[in-house]
């Protein structure tokens, strides 16, 4: 096979498995139920002590405010245990850094508003807020796909997030 050919395979298949689609579910080992404790050998998400983090950036876009109540809604965040599984876990992985940050912690490094407008609308947030600007940098230029979800969708897929904090 001729170099050219070679060259194109090679773009095909890095689009392919950078698209972040998720329609197909894959097989996981080891299910992890809502608030349970995942055993990692190594937790990539640990970042720094003295790491600073700006949890007053509420990003751009459309949720300017949220409220989370004092504990976890478990219907909610199993709803959104759901949504995470079908459209996020080809990017994201649980205690990892994959081709997109793992979600476990993310509540201590940005604030649910910014969360969630990530969620809704991740090019807008790459285009005009430095911290998405950053981490799309970080992770090597690959754009978070924009899985047209709702805002209620996105609350829910936060609220999971509220159970991988104790992780």
């Known amino acids: 096979m001729n170099f050219f050919l070679k060259?194109?395979?090679?773009?095909?298949?890095?689009?392919?498995?950078?698209?972040?689609?998720g329609g197909d579910e894959k097989k996981e080992r080891g299910k992890l139920k809502i608030g349970e404790k995942k055993e990692t050998?190594?937790?990539?998400?640990?970042?720094?002590?003295n790491a600073n983090y700006d949890l007053t950036n509420k990003g751009v876009g459309p949720v300017s405010s949220v409220t989370l109540?004092?504990?976890?809604?478990?219907?909610?965040?199993?709803?959104?245990?759901?949504i995470y599984k079908t459209k996020c876990t080809a990017c994201h992985k649980i205690g990892q850094k994959f081709i997109g940050p793992?979600?476990?912690?993310?509540?201590?490094?940005?604030?649910?508003?910014?969360?969630?407008?990530?969620?809704?609308?991740?090019?807008?947030?790459?285009?005009?807020?430095?911290?998405?600007?950053?981490?799309?940098?970080?992770?090597?230029?690959?754009?978070?796909?924009?899985?047209?979800?709702t805002e209620e969708e996105a609350r829910k897929i936060l609220e999971y997030f509220r159970t991988l904090d104790k992780l």
């Open 7 to 21: 060259g194109l395979l090679l773009i095909f298949f890095a689009a392919s498995i950078s698209s972040c689609g």
């Open 41 to 49: 050998k190594k937790d990539d998400t640990k970042k720094e002590e």
């Open 69 to 82: 109540g004092e504990t976890i809604d478990q219907t909610m965040a199993a709803e959104g245990a759901k």
């Open 102 to 149: 793992p979600p476990n912690g993310v509540l201590d490094r940005r604030s649910p508003e910014w969360i969630m407008n990530m969620i809704l609308d991740p090019e807008g947030m790459v285009k005009n807020d430095p911290d998405a600007k950053a981490l799309f940098l970080e992770f090597n230029g690959s754009p978070m796909a924009n899985q047209s979800l």
